[in-house]
């Protein structure tokens, strides 16, 4: 079978030289040239087939590495291999980092050019072949699942709680996973009441090749619905959930659930950031005082200087709000200038109290409370609109093996 590659860059002497090239090989065709960073995720997107992306390091507007990220969230099988003017290691590394499958000199040679790309070209149709049935079965029209990441501006703002209601109230509706990011104090086992061996650790030996049997051996199937990753519980095999390990293992979620909720917890790990990077919506849980409301600043501005988010695409989720808060949201808009949610999540102490310490969080008996999560789930698009307010028992969502 024909390997089919795009080649992504703006520099015209270097795709005339590379078509030239690919022109003396058998079995390669060259399938398209997109000139910008745009152009390449718009074939990314569409339902156009290809095994190999070629991305020029010097495209724009995103970065390269940027780009080669974006591949592979959007199309967990997409082989990007890098071109480069030098070729170092730590360049290598960077690369390897974002997700490319290997990196290229601006001038290969003929056999450097037909090794590196049928290599990639091998492994897009290993991981398609593993993931296809996946994504063919339960989204035919080739979209993925919608990720949220849930993060707590600080410990006890209710970052947990959220996600794990969340992910309770979505299962009524959708297939959802829950995966605890908060990979060395995650607690969700505690709220949901559960017990299993398996965590988010054992996956990363696996992280190119996981299939549908190798997640069913991970994952907990909680009994009001909810697949649950569990983060390991010894916390310091949080540092072996590395960031590539952690955008291969999600990506591969993405393409078996319609909804994934992962809980970052209020501590960032290259686990925790690579979610916050790559959902579709980040909400940010805050409490209606001064400290949570200066942690919330300091945590933005540290997504946005790492790159992993921009401060206005951070939505922050006001918890644990009553009416006689001192703080409310318009004044918290305004120290924070930062995009806030519409729905705050009511104070509800007593009811949380009772359902966390019982395991029962999927019956929480605070009809506000559940409202609130309720209309949470709409704002983000992960509910439908006419949900009414209830938050019921969610239905069993298979995984394909």
């Not at 992504?8 to 030289?17: F, H, I, K, N, R």
């Not at 994952?219 to 952690?246: N, Q």
């Not at 409370?369 to 709409?378: D, H, N, S």
């Not at 983000?380 to 938050?391: I, K, M, N, R, S």
């Amino acid at each position: 079978m024909t390997v089919q590659v795009v080649i992504g860059s703006g520099d015209q002497e270097l795709v005339t030289a590379l078509s030239a090239q690919f022109a003396e090989l058998t079995g390669i065709e060259v399938i398209g040239v997109e000139t910008t960073s745009a152009e390449v995720l718009g074939v990314v997107n569409a339902e156009q087939d290809f095994d190999v992306v070629l991305v020029d390091d010097e495209i724009g507007p995103l970065s390269a590495h940027e780009l080669v990220r974006e591949i592979g969230m959007r199309r967990p099988h997409g082989a990007a291999v890098l071109l480069s003017a030098k070729v170092d290691e730590d360049l290598l590394t960077r690369a390897l980092e974002a997700g490319a499958k290997g990196v290229l000199a601006r001038q290969p040679s003929l056999e450097e050019l037909r090794a590196r790309v049928v290599a990639a070209a091998e492994w897009s149709r290993g991981m398609r072949r593993r993931l296809g049935t996946a994504m063919a079965d339960d989204f035919p029209d080739g979209r993925r699942g919608r990720m949220v990441a849930v993060c707590g501006a600080k410990g006890g703002t209710g970052a947990t709680t959220v996600a794990v209601q969340l992910a309770l109230a979505v299962a009524a509706h959708k297939s959802v996973c829950l995966v605890d990011m908060d990979l060395q104090t995650g607690d969700i086992p505690s709220y949901l009441d559960l017990v299993h061996r398996r965590s988010i650790a054992d996956l990363v030996g696996v992280a190119t090749e996981i299939t549908g049997t190798v997640l069913g051996d991970a994952l907990f199937i909680h009994e009001s619905g909810p697949h649950v990753l569990l983060a390991p519980a010894e916390g310091e095999r949080a540092e072996d959930v590395t960031a590539l390990a952690a955008r291969q293992i999600l990506g591969a979620l993405r393409a078996r659930y319609e909804v994934v909720i992962v809980d970052c917890g209020a501590f960032m790990t290259e686990g925790s950031m690579t979610a916050v990077e790559y959902a579709d919506r980040v909400i940010m849980t805050v409490t209606p005082d001064l400290p949570a409301l200066r942690a919330a600043k300091r945590m933005a501005q540290l997504w946005a200087r790492l790159k992993a988010r921009k401060e206005e695409e951070i939505y922050v989720l006001l918890t644990r709000l009553g009416r006689r808060s001192e703080i409310q949201p318009d004044f918290a808009a305004r120290i924070l200038n930062l995009p806030l949610t519409k729905t705050t999540i009511p104070s509800s102490f007593r009811a949380l109290e009772k359902a966390i310490n019982n395991g029962t969080l999927a019956r929480v008996e605070d009809d506000g409370y559940r409202r609130a999560i309720a209309a949470l789930g709409i704002e983000v698009g992960v509910l439908p609109v006419d949900t009414g307010g209830e938050v019921r028992a969610g239905r069993r969502a298979k995984v394909d093996t």
